[in-house]
């Protein structure tokens, strides 16, 4: 029986360069961060009048200049500051914000306008591109069990990976085997019946590429025994395994915090900061820090003045937090964000989201931003 | 095409797929019959009325922690258990075309509220007038506190209009980009000006803050209300191009063809709006049973679940793993991804969701055990950062109970597994699947099979 080229990775692999290539990795908070007590503006006096009973005392905040600092829960990660590892782009967002959760989030995964639909989203894109390395659906992983929207192109969609062993069971049940390895008239074909069995196979081959490659590689660095953090050291395995992956995605849930906020976000970003404090000094261990970039947002900051229920409500304007051992531009990028010249309550934003996505297109992804964007955005000096 | 392909090919696509115990009545009926049937069934309208109050909105912005956190409890029991009552009613009802367009309309007219009462009176909207008037239907769902309060409409005041609801009207719900100019937008928007609600959820024409100034509108000047600017839309042959193409998508094949489009906006537009004759047409045309049309449409996730539940009568204890499926499928009821609701096609379809659409079908009709979670919708974000919930995922059985017994009698004696796969899936029965069924232990093992493959995806 003739095996399809697509059932054949591994072949396809030993001519292909087996080198050190960029990892982006994503990281979705979801819910709508604050990030004003994420990165405290402390060294601003409005900041302590507008947030009287939530905001972070100077004493507690850990400084990284003299208008900004970690959360407390972040400490972890002022270690990896110091070297030079981790970036701040204050006020990131976009005209004419929208505030409701999933439609912000629909905003930021396709990267389009606000009051324009999309159904792919701009990793998805990247993957239609037809960029040179572009040509399985393992290009981007999503460590989840389910895909995400900004994962999906027209064309390619990346795949999404829990757990490589469980995916590779999954796809080897006898019954699924016989239809993969036995149908290939329908693969030729155009149609959806088509569509479907060669997604399946891409599915079959994938699976047992990823966990053959990975299980080659056991993570040595230190993980905290969380959820999120053991998603972030599957991640680790996958690049240090050598995996021919380029975009990572993973999410951290449970930031809307209307209500008594600072328990709530504090448990969050200790559980966000440990794991990424490890991930990078594991990186560094293994000497892929150079070669991978990390980028964390939300779908929106919050309002800056605190609710009446010892929490905040939805906002514009956010930071994006980087990570990487090749930072053009280390440390805090640009200015604290302005809480004079509010919108409405709202912090305007400065920076368009979508001028970062351009500069990862460009810089680190290596395909032009205005086949993915639809537009050319501006390029940004932090890589 | 033989005669019980095509009424399984109708009942496909104006249902969500023939029974075995349907076939020996469906054998003997022509499409005409058949379609009359499929009408007959659908004729009255029952709404749904699992929600019977709101959660108590008011008092929770008055209350304190406890009172926030029942509030948010109850208000996702009422989400969910109208998200059952929904799935249940596909599920188990007669009225399979009603449905079917409720489903359509669900989509066409995309909203969201986590107010229970306000969904469950849009669904309701949409099922009344399912196979009404679309002008009525475009009117009343304008008029629906779910979609005021979804697209803004109820900030839209004289002076400080808010195009939200005005410009999807004509870009989503009627018809189409490109047909209509920013002014258009800006002008309809002040006709719209105080249409809201009041607190016991019914519309309000809020006089005071209605603008009565003249406005110009697709080339009309005058006067113009809400009504007026809905009249105009309708009056463009375009609405009934944009709707006969959507339905067209949905009904007979994802991709469009200009002809056969153009003869339904005819006979839509002929009819005044009305959605009947148009279906009538749709599944009574020479085109709909063209091979090219039969078993390529991939199921939504909800037409998927809702199949197998009516072609095997399955039975769950625990109604809310269809919620569960929903999330790692991709289609939760009533949480369309944005106005313009789910995209559809191949859409559906990546590595994991197909890996768990081939797999759920057995795991419910084995009783399985689940070992996925899906992800939360962002809505849910309050209640995870609440509830100290974090997803943590324990494996849950199933529990639900396909009636073999009530399935297997009604398979006509003698029929091989290889009918038997033939009359549950659209798509013709491949060799190699012919050969797995060859191997089949017994007829129960082969139609677990049938309903595995990439096959029974489509529709």
């Not at chain 1, 270690?79 to 976009?94: A, K, L, P, R, T």
């Not at chain 1, 990028?333 to 989201?353: H, R, S, W």
């Amino acid at each position: 029986m003739m095996i399809p080229a697509f059932l054949k990775p591994f072949e396809a692999m030993a001519s292909a360069e087996l080198g050190g290539h960029k990892n982006l990795v994503i990281i979705q908070l979801s819910g709508g961060n604050d990030g004003l007590n994420t990165i405290v503006p402390y060294g601003n006096d409005i900041y302590y009048q507008k947030r009287t009973t939530i905001a972070v005392g100077k004493n507690d905040v850990v400084k990284l200049d003299d208008m900004q600092g970690l959360n407390p829960n972040l400490s972890a990660l002022k270690e990896i500051y110091d070297q030079g590892w981790m970036g701040i782009i204050n006020s990131v967002g976009y005209p004419n914000p929208d505030r409701s959760h999933f439609r912000s989030m629909d905003i930021w995964q396709t990267a389009s306008e606000s009051n324009q639909f999309l159904t792919t989203g701009w990793i998805g894109r990247y993957l239609d591109s037809n960029c040179a390395v572009c040509k399985n659906p393992y290009t981007a992983i999503e460590v989840d069990d389910t895909l995400s929207l900004a994962m999906k192109g027209a064309k390619m969609k990346g795949i999404a990976v829990e757990d490589p062993d469980k995916l590779f069971q999954t796809t080897r049940e006898p019954f699924f085997k016989e239809l993969v390895h036995n149908h290939n008239d329908a693969n030729l074909n155009e149609d959806n019946l088509g569509y479907l069995y060669k997604t399946m196979a891409e599915t079959y081959s994938s699976a047992e590429y990823i966990q053959q490659t990975s299980k080659t590689y056991t993570v040595k660095g230190d993980y905290p025994a969380t959820p999120f953090a053991n998603q972030l050291k599957t991640v680790s395995k996958f690049i240090n395994s050598g995996l021919e992956t380029h975009v990572y995605y993973v999410s951290l849930s449970g930031f809307d915090t209307h209500v008594a906020q600072q328990p709530q976000q504090g448990r969050q970003l200790k559980i966000y900061g440990d794991a990424v404090a490890a991930f990078i000094k594991d990186l560094k261990q293994t000497g892929k820090l150079d070669d991978t970039l990390v980028m964390t947002f939300s779908e929106f900051g919050r309002r800056v003045e605190q609710n009446a229920s010892n929490g905040t409500d939805h906002g514009t304007a956010n930071n994006i937090l980087l990570f990487g051992g090749k930072l053009k531009k280390a440390g805090i990028y640009n200015d604290a964000p302005d809480l004079v010249q509010l919108d409405n309550g709202d912090l305007k934003y400065t920076v368009d989201f979508r001028d970062v996505y351009a500069t990862l297109l460009d810089k680190w992804l290596d395909v032009s931003n205005s086949v993915v964007l639809g537009k050319e955005f501006g390029r940004m000096k932090f890589i | 095409m033989d005669n019980l392909r095509q009424i399984k090919h109708l009942y496909a696509r104006a249902g969500f797929g023939l029974r075995f115990d349907e076939i020996n009545a469906a054998r003997n009926l022509d499409i005409s019959q058949a379609l009359t049937g499929l009408f007959k069934s659908s004729e009255n309208y029952q709404p749904l009325d699992i929600i019977t109050g709101d959660a108590g909105y008011t008092t929770m912005l008055r209350g304190d922690k406890a009172e926030r956190k029942q509030f948010m409890q109850l208000q996702r029991r009422q989400e969910r258990s109208l998200n059952e009552a929904w799935m249940e009613r596909m599920s188990n009802t007669d009225a399979v075309l009603r449905e079917k367009m409720t489903l359509f309309w669900h989509n066409h007219f995309a909203c969201r509220t986590r107010q229970a009462q306000f969904a469950q009176q849009l669904n309701n909207i949409q099922r009344e007038h399912a196979l009404g008037n679309f002008r009525e239907l475009v009117l009343e769902v304008s008029r629906s506190p779910a979609m005021l309060q979804f697209l803004n409409n109820q900030q839209n005041r004289k002076g400080h209009p808010n195009e939200n609801f005005a410009r999807e009207l004509m870009e989503l719900f009627t018809i189409g980009r490109g047909n209509y100019t920013e002014q258009d937008v800006k002008e309809s928007a002040r006709a719209f000006t105080g249409w809201g609600f009041n607190k016991d959820g019914k519309f309000a024409m809020r006089s005071f803050l209605h603008d009565d100034g003249e406005k110009r509108f697709l080339g009309k000047t005058g006067n113009l209300t809400g009504e007026d600017i809905i009249d105009r839309l309708l009056g463009q042959k375009q609405t009934a191009v944009f709707i006969s193409t959507k339905l067209y998508k949905y009904l007979v094949n994802e991709t469009p063809d200009a002809g056969h489009i153009a003869a339904m906006a005819d006979v839509f537009y002929r009819n005044n709006y009305e959605i009947k004759p148009l279906l009538q047409f749709v599944f009574t045309a020479p085109w709909f049973y063209g091979e090219q049309n039969v078993g390529n449409i991939v199921k939504s996730p909800v037409e998927l679940l809702v199949g197998l539940n009516r072609q095997f009568y399955v039975n769950y204890q625990r109604p809310e793993i269809m919620l569960q499926f929903q999330k790692v499928l991709g289609q939760v009821l009533f949480y369309p991804p944005n106005v313009a609701g789910w995209p559809g096609g191949r859409n559906w379809i990546d590595s994991s969701s197909l890996m768990y659409r081939l797999k759920i079908p057995s795991i419910i009709l084995n009783g399985g055990v689940i070992d996925f979670k899906g992800k939360a919708d962002p809505e849910e974000e309050a209640y995870i950062a609440a509830s100290h919930n974090q997803q943590q995922f324990v494996n849950a059985r199933i529990q639900a109970q396909a009636d073999w017994d009530k399935l297997l009698k009604s398979i006509p004696p003698g029929t091989s597994k290889n009918n038997i796969a033939a009359f549950i899936l659209q798509p013709p029965v491949s060799k190699v699947l012919a050969t797995e069924l060859g191997r089949a232990a017994d007829i129960k093992t082969a139609l677990i099979q049938s309903v595995s493959t990439p096959e029974y995806q489509l529709c």
